[in-house]
């Protein structure tokens, strides 16, 4: 009997070596936070887009695999004792720091590869697919609905409920401050930059320079650790009766 040859498309081989990269990751390290929910996210872009010619299912495809290629190679690089871009090295720096909760790591890995990956797999798909920026937005918009999906996946998880996060609490502060729609719009006005500059190596390379180093300091501000609150009544001496403080880091 003969055996029916599996074709795996481009998006198969990305998926495929993002669940070989979860085996590898321990349960606690803050980039295992990251890559846990950007797998799930991941596996259902696998499944609600198709390959193809340029068509938009074909464009999306080309997109995903970029924008996935770029996370790749970061996590690529820190493994190899590279330097990865600096947009990622907070979270690779801090990611088994015991102070920093698990929902900023997470949100520092999507403000990375938003802020920076997102606009250079645009330029990358653009050139890939020998089209301009305008001729994918429609694809950018698809994919940004995926990373929609991949923030709400992470604030359901990951973030405390009501009776911790309180607004006393700075990582309720930090959650409200860093938003995903301006991260997007700021990706498209980079991706369109950055081909306008395409003719323009030096001026494009610098851009890229500066857009990875701001991206990196979002990120840096958003893994901070933050002093935990203690809940009413935890810190009162059982002895004297008296309050030992509010707040534990």
């Known amino acids: 009997m003969a055996q029916c040859e599996q074709v795996l498309t481009p998006v198969d081989g990305v998926v495929s070596r993002v669940r070989a990269l979860?085996?590898?990751?321990?349960?606690?390290d803050g980039v295992a936070v990251f890559h846990r929910v950007y797998l799930a996210v991941t596996e259902a872009a696998d499944r609600g887009t198709g390959a193809g010619p340029f068509t938009d299912a074909g464009a999306?495809?080309?997109?995903?695999v970029r924008l996935a290629e770029r996370y790749l190679a970061a996590v690529g690089a820190a493994s190899g004792q590279r330097r990865p871009p600096a947009c990622w090295r907070p979270l690779f720096a801090s990611r088994h720091h015991?102070?920093?909760?698990?929902?900023?790591f997470a949100l520092a890995g999507i403000n990375a590869h938003v802020g920076h990956d997102l606009a250079l797999a645009v330029v990358d798909t653009c050139r890939t697919l020998a089209c301009e920026p305008a001729?994918?937005?429609?694809?950018?918009d698809r994919v940004g609905e995926f990373l929609v999906s991949l923030e709400?996946?992470?604030?359901?998880?990951?973030?405390?409920?009501?009776?911790?996060?309180?607004?006393?609490?700075p990582l309720t502060h930090l959650l409200g401050a860093w938003s995903l729609e301006r991260a997007?719009?700021?990706?498209?006005?980079?991706?369109?930059t950055l081909w306008a500059l395409r003719r323009l190596p030096d001026l494009a390379?610098?851009?890229?320079?500066?857009?990875?180093?701001?991206?990196?300091?979002?990120?840096?501000?958003?893994?901070?650790?933050?002093?935990?609150?203690?809940?009413?009544?935890?810190?009162?001496?059982q002895s004297s009766g008296s309050s030992t403080g509010?707040?534990?880091s």
């Open 22 to 28: 979860d085996a590898g990751l321990h349960a606690r």
């Open 60 to 64: 999306a495809s080309a997109l995903d």
């Open 98 to 104: 015991p102070g920093v909760r698990p929902v900023q």
């Open 135 to 140: 001729d994918i937005e429609d694809e950018f």
């Open 152 to 169: 709400e996946r992470v604030r359901e998880e990951l973030t405390p409920g009501p009776d911790l996060l309180r607004i006393a609490d």
């Open 184 to 192: 997007r719009d700021a990706a498209w006005t980079a991706a369109r």
């Open 205 to 237: 390379g610098e851009f890229t320079e500066r857009l990875d180093t701001a991206v990196g300091f979002a990120g840096r501000v958003l893994l901070v650790p933050l002093p935990r609150l203690v809940p009413a009544g935890a810190g009162r001496d």
């Open 246 to 248: 509010a707040i534990s």
